[in-house]
């Protein structure tokens, strides 16, 4: 019984045991919400599922945004691989906050890196050395 609470891991792959306790986390909570709802839509003798005038976007949402945040995404698991995690992440920290500042001129400009390049840093140390957990 002891065993059951005891994790074996290697130092190198430690930073994918929090991603895995996360999933199935989650995976339990959609169970536990989709079971909810279920029970709900049969006690109001509804349907589970009505796809009637159903949309997936609501109108005029912003296709930048939305297009642009998962291009970043991309583009952040790439960059992560090629130059690491503090310049990938500073990089597309940055753009992140451009594509959703409202002004984009210089001084906004320059405060969205200012802001990565500190939270970064931040995260980078916390992790890294507080936590000693490592990073990608």
Not at 16 to 38: D, H, N, R, S, T
Request: hydrophobic share 55%; proline share 2%.
């Amino acid at each position: 019984m002891s065993d059951l609470f005891k994790i074996d891991m290697t130092y190198s792959q430690s930073h994918w045991i929090m991603p895995k306790i996360i999933l199935g986390v989650l995976i339990i909570l959609a169970i536990i919400i989709f079971i909810q709802e279920y029970t709900k839509a049969k006690k109001a003798n509804k349907p589970f599922v009505n796809l009637k005038g159903w949309r997936f976007f609501a109108e005029g949402y912003d296709k930048v945004k939305l297009f642009g945040s998962i291009g970043l995404l991309f583009a952040y698991i790439g960059l992560m691989q090629l130059i690491g995690f503090i310049a990938g992440s500073i990089i597309i920290v940055s753009l992140f906050n451009i594509l959703y500042a409202e002004k984009k001129d210089a001084k906004s400009i320059a405060i969205c890196i200012g802001i990565s390049i500190i939270e970064t840093m931040v995260l980078w140390f916390i992790f890294g050395y507080i936590f000693e957990i490592t990073l990608p």
